[in-house]
């Protein structure tokens, strides 16, 4: 698809999953990249397919970034932000998920779980509102999760933290917007990934691939939008029922 104008846009969680495809689908719409993870490997053979396919004109920079380490997410980001001459939008993708049990023994995890998709997300949000109220105008997008709206047994904290990520970001919006700041609540269904050890994502229900999830969530990025979900067909249609769903529609 031809580009219209080059954004700089930034994705955590860039090494793997629908952080990697966002990644792939952006470029091909012709935005210049900051991509972030811990895996500086898979981020840098990323690049490299970026650059065979587009050019190595085609900006894309990269940063070992761990959004559990609170203290460092301010400064790291800061520092890419500067590397890509300023960013126009974050994509707040990094994300873990895990199969937790209560009074299984699995409450690390689901500390781990918090620290990561709320506190990470908040640190990753603190850092570009500051760098966006600077140049009076930014994006930030939050891959929350449909997770959001419906609870599912053995993912209590799972849901914990995508719920209150969904609710950080609608308050967000009422603080940032008149500052020329929008945001984008993007809840994806389920997509093909490795991000629950030992599940295979295919087999549950509307499961769609990571290039149709970049598709969409490229789409979506692009219209600016406050909320979306991903894939639209069928989630939207049956976002009434959320809360309400039976346990078959919502289970690992
Ligand atoms: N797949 C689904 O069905 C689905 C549904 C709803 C929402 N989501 C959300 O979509 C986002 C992406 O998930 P995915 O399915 O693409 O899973 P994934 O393939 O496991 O990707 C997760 C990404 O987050 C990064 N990450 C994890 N922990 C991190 C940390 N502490 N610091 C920095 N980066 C970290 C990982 O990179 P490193 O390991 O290299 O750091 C990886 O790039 C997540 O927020 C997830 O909750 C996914």
Redesign the pocket.
């Known amino acids: 698809m031809a580009y219209v104008e080059r954004s700089t846009v930034v994705i955590?969680?860039?090494?793997?999953?629908?952080?990697?495809a966002l990644a792939l689908e952006m470029a091909r719409r012709g935005h210049a990249l900051g991509l972030?993870?811990?895996?500086m490997p898979?981020l840098e053979r990323l690049r490299d397919e970026l650059h065979a396919a587009h050019g190595s004109d085609l900006p894309v920079e990269l940063t070992t970034?761990?959004?559990?380490q609170t203290d460092s997410v301010g400064p790291t980001l800061h520092a890419l932000f500067e590397r890509l001459g300023g960013v126009d939008t974050i994509v707040v993708?990094?994300?873990?998920?895990d199969i937790t049990h209560l009074g299984g023994g699995t409450l690390a995890k689901e500390i781990n779980l918090i620290q990561?998709?709320l506190i990470?997300a908040m640190a990753t949000i603190d850092a570009a509102a500051e760098h966006f109220l600077r140049r009076g105008k930014g994006h930030i997008v939050g891959?929350?999760?449909?997770?959001a709206l419906q609870p599912i047994a053995t993912q209590a904290a799972y849901c914990a933290s995508?719920a209150g990520f969904s609710m950080y970001l609608k308050a967000a919006r009422l603080e940032l917007r008149r500052h020329g700041i929008v945001i984008s609540d993007i809840?994806?269904?389920?997509?093909?990934?490795?991000?629950v050890d030992g599940v295979d994502?295919g087999k549950l229900p509307f499961?769609v691939s990571?290039e149709r999830a970049a598709r969409e969530l490229a789409d979506l990025i692009g219209k600016r939008v406050k909320f979306g979900v991903v894939p639209a067909f069928p989630w939207k249609l049956l976002l009434p029922l959320f809360g309400h769903l039976p346990e078959r529609f919502s289970r690992y």
């Open positions: 955590t969680g860039a090494s793997s999953g629908i952080g990697r972030t993870a811990r895996r898979l970034l761990d959004v559990c993708n990094a994300g873990a998920n990561t998709n990470g891959i929350s999760s449909l997770a995508k809840l994806p269904g389920y997509i093909k990934t490795d991000i994502i499961a990571t």
